[in-house]
């Protein structure tokens, strides 16, 4: 079963049957345990062609161009196997499509995991085509699977963003902005800044004030109409939101102390700019893509160095994130679809996780 959206109408829904495709030698089918779904979801559409996530897995019928299916995380089983590098019953976490199965061919296997190097994967990032072997993955705890599925995806750009942030000197701003600040990627960075004593500033809707405020991470919470408050002092600009009048506003309010300026997300996909055609003061918005950090820092510390480095980081937020998470079952087809459409409408309240499932046929 496969849930595939239309890449240029996302509200759009439809749901396929498995093809359930014999294998052919050298390949693994796994069984999509669960998955998460969260806004970071949402921005894997909104920047599905920008960014070529619907490439990592793409639909087999004759309307493929127009219809995607998008990645979520979450654990497989392996179910069947063809290769020498994975053997039935064993679980990985990874990227997988909103579907019960994925198909993949392992390659450069190692003890802590397979690469998937199927053809149309090989020029996308490899960073999406890697999947841990939970028994070797220190980050994996069979009682933590929700927090896995759900945060750490969202918790390890958290660490990268921070990383970056960390590696440029802050671009020597004294202070940090962050819209969608109730969104659980801005939740991290805000968490793993303030750890090191960063002064972190969060913007939020109305509705989502009192929770931002009461997660104790931001040293203030303004909502999108008191951007106008805000201190006017050297800052970085961590735009998760996607919402070119709230960049404006900041860009504007900041003008000429906006060190930096780094657009994440679309969690306000759909929101119509009033702010159309007009000029952004400087500096112009930068894209972070998380995978290029990653390069970056597997070459500079090595990739044992890196995982170590987010596993301490992950313990104590995991720790810290019960306080104020609820996790959401969410089974079937009809109700996966729901929680989909409920997300992109900017619905959902930010306490929520959604843990998703399948049926096989």
Known sequence: ????????????????????????????????????????????AVFGDMLSYWEFFPVSKSDAADWGRIPVWGFGEV????????????????YFPMSSELIILPGRADERGITDISPHRTALASAYSRYSRCVADPIYRSD?????????????????????????????????????????????????????????????SAANLEFTKGLDVYDQVY???????????????????????????VHTHLSGLLEHSMTVGGTHW?????????????PAPQFFFAPTQIA??????????????????????????????????????????????????GGVDPRTGFICSLPTS
């Open 144 to 204: 933590r699977e929700q927090q896995h599925m759900l945060l750490y995806p969202l918790f390890f750009t958290a660490f990268l963003i921070d990383d970056f942030l960390l590696d440029q000197a802050e671009f020597g701003s004294e202070q940090m902005l962050i819209s969608s600040a109730s969104s659980k990627t801005a939740i991290g960075v805000a968490y793993l800044a303030r750890e090191r004593g960063v002064k972190v500033c969060g913007l939020t």
């Open 296 to 345: 970056k820092r597997t070459k500079d510390w090595g990739s044992e160095q890196l995982d170590a480095s987010v596993s301490s980081a992950w313990d104590n937020y995991v720790e810290w994130s019960t306080s104020w998470v609820e996790y959401q079952d969410v089974q079937g087809a009809d109700a996966v679809t729901a929680a989909y459409l409920q997300l992109l409408a």
């Open 223 to 249: 909502s999108y109409e008191q951007i106008d408050q805000i201190a006017n002092r050297p800052s970085v600009y961590v735009d998760i939101a996607g919402n070119q009048d709230v960049l404006l506003a």
């Open 270 to 282: 759909d929101h119509s700019a009033d702010s159309a055609g007009q000029q952004i003061p400087a």
């Open 79 to 94: 179910v069947e196997s063809k290769s020498a590098d994975a053997v039935a019953g064993e679980l990985f976490y990874g």
């Open 1 to 44: 079963m496969n849930i595939e959206v239309a890449k240029q109408n996302l509200s759009q829904v439809r749901v396929e049957p498995a093809q359930g495709r014999p294998l052919e030698e050298g390949q693994v089918r796994l069984r999509v345990k669960a998955f998460a779904l969260s806004s970071n979801n949402i921005t894997y």
